[in-house]
């Protein structure tokens, strides 16, 4: 295991540059996400430290060897790709042990891995098989599994339960968690699903248009997003932003104030749709869908013409057209700049 150090890196395809002088400090043994919406430059990141894109200035280190000259076979890193990439003429154990096949690892050493990565992946029964008889959530299991017979420094992930089913999607976020338990090795993982990056993730690193928003824990970005961004970035459904005043510490909407921070001007009030509950003295929303999963009641709204989202424990029977009064969680309100999208 190892810790990966990027500092100042800068990609440019032609004259447009794409990442914009990104430093990141990645632990030994820690899980890292890389999320932002497509574009932003996650896997173009996650691609320069496998070495698969070269970088034009900065410096990528895992442990202590400086790798920006280095070829992907010698970075000591496994990548595990959306695609699962996996050679549908060869059996699972053959599939796993192809790489160290390549580097003339000695045969009962290849095995030995394998089997014990089957082992740690449920893939025992399945080591004769090819691909094409393997459900999605399998194969990916192979395609790590080709990783961890490697026992490289660093994992790389790219997105790798993009193309399960939903209800694989969550089995196998699972089984990555109790991998890295298990395992505990350095894990870099892009995913465009914030869900996922919440549920894996020590740190999340946030990221848009080449730059990094904010990195933290999972529960920082939820409780203390840096900006507009990561407020409605971070959290499903997304924060709802309402446009409001600030005077002498309080926050003006719909009739109502609110304690906020320091300063005046034209502001934005961040409520979770989580954080919003009835009350007959509480802002009137109009109801435009509502959604019923069971456990919970998602409701649909319109403020001020404003879309606003609230979500209720249980089951409630709200009607389209109805007015209801939603009050805001005093304790969990979010402020933010109009101009800048800043928190205040």
Do not use: W
Not at 63 to 88: C, H, K, S, W
Not at 224 to 246: H, K, W, Y
């Amino acid at each position: 295991m190892a810790d990966v150090s990027i500092q100042d890196i800068r990609k440019s395809y032609g004259s447009v540059e794409v990442i914009h002088g990104v430093n990141v400090d990645i632990e030994d043994g820690e899980f890292v996400a890389l999320v932002g919406p497509s574009g932003c430059g996650k896997s173009t990141l996650l691609r320069m430290i496998a070495g698969l894109e070269p970088i034009n200035s900065g410096t990528i280190a895992i442990g202590d060897r400086v790798v920006n000259n280095l070829p992907p076979a010698e970075r000591d890193i496994a990548m595990v790709f959306q695609t699962y990439a996996l050679y549908p003429h060869k059996s699972v154990a053959e599939n796993m042990g192809f790489a160290l096949k390549v580097s003339k690892v000695a045969r009962a050493e290849i095995d030995r891995r394998v089997k014990e990565a089957a082992e740690i992946l449920s893939l025992t029964d399945y080591l004769d098989r090819k691909p094409r008889h393997l459900s999605g959530g399998q194969r990916q299991r192979v395609a790590m599994g080709r990783a961890i017979v490697r026992d490289p420094q660093v994992f790389l992930f790219d997105e790798p339960l993009s193309n399960l089913d939903a209800k694989l999607r969550i089995q196998m976020r699972v089984e990555i968690k109790e991998l890295h338990q298990r395992l505990k090795t350095t894990t870099v993982f892009v995913t465009h699903d914030q869900i996922e990056a919440m549920t894996l993730a020590d740190r999340i690193v946030v990221m848009q248009a080449g730059n990094i928003e904010q990195i933290g824990t999972p529960l920082d970005l939820y409780n203390a997003p840096a900006n507009e961004f990561v407020a409605t970035f971070i959290g499903a459904p997304s924060m709802n932003l309402l446009a409001a005043d600030l005077a002498d510490g309080k926050i003006s909407v719909g009739g109502q104030t609110f304690k906020g921070p320091t300063g005046s001007g034209e502001v934005r009030l961040g409520i979770r749709p989580e954080h919003l509950e009835l009350s007959d003295g509480g802002l009137a929303m109009d109801v435009k869908v509502v959604e019923p999963t069971g456990s919970e009641t998602m409701v649909f709204l319109r403020f001020q013409d404003q879309d606003i989202t609230a979500v209720f424990r249980g089951q409630h029977s709200f009607e389209a057209g109805q007015t209801i009064h939603l009050k805001p969680d005093p304790s969990q309100l979010h402020v933010f700049d109009a101009t800048t999208g800043a928190r205040l």
